[in-house]
Nanobody
Framework: QVQLVESGGGLVQAGGSLRLSCAASGRTLSSYRMGWFRHAPGKEREFVAAFIWGFSSINYADSVKGRFTMSRDNAKNTVYLQMNSLKPEGTAVYYC????????????WGQGTQVTVSS
């Protein structure tokens, strides 16, 4: 089993920054991919960023490229999402997710952390 716990959300003005954290515990070493998603009210859940373990490249949604940076601390089993130049449309619940096998979809999700960007 894998547990994912997000933190770092909050209220920020447009143009501001936040850093989200996702602490992973359990059987994470054999996982395939880690990702960040967000879900805004009235909208579909949206992909934000992800990386595949063992590869250095990170994929970002076009809407966040150049403003968001995903990183990881293997020693702490934690991934981060640094969000700069936040926009009001970035208001959403942000989730981290783990894909344990390349043949599956994301099968573990955190509880989410609320990010609210005021204009």
């Amino acid at each position: 089993q894998v547990q994912l716990v997000e933190s770092g959300g909050g209220l920020v003005q447009a143009g501001g920054s936040l850093r989200l954290s996702c602490a992973a515990s359990g059987r994470t070493l054999s996982s395939y991919r880690m990702g960040w998603f967000r879900h805004a009210p009235g909208k579909e859940r949206e992909f934000v960023a992800a990386f595949i373990w063992g590869f250095s490249s990170i994929n970002y949604a076009d809407s966040v490229k150049g403003r968001f940076t995903m990183s990881r601390d293997n020693a702490k089993n934690t991934v981060y999402l640094q969000m700069n130049s936040l926009k009001p449309e970035g208001t959403a619940v942000y989730y981290c997710a783990l894909q344990s096998d390349f043949k599956k979809g994301y099968d573990y999700w955190g509880q989410g952390t609320q990010v609210t960007v005021s204009s």
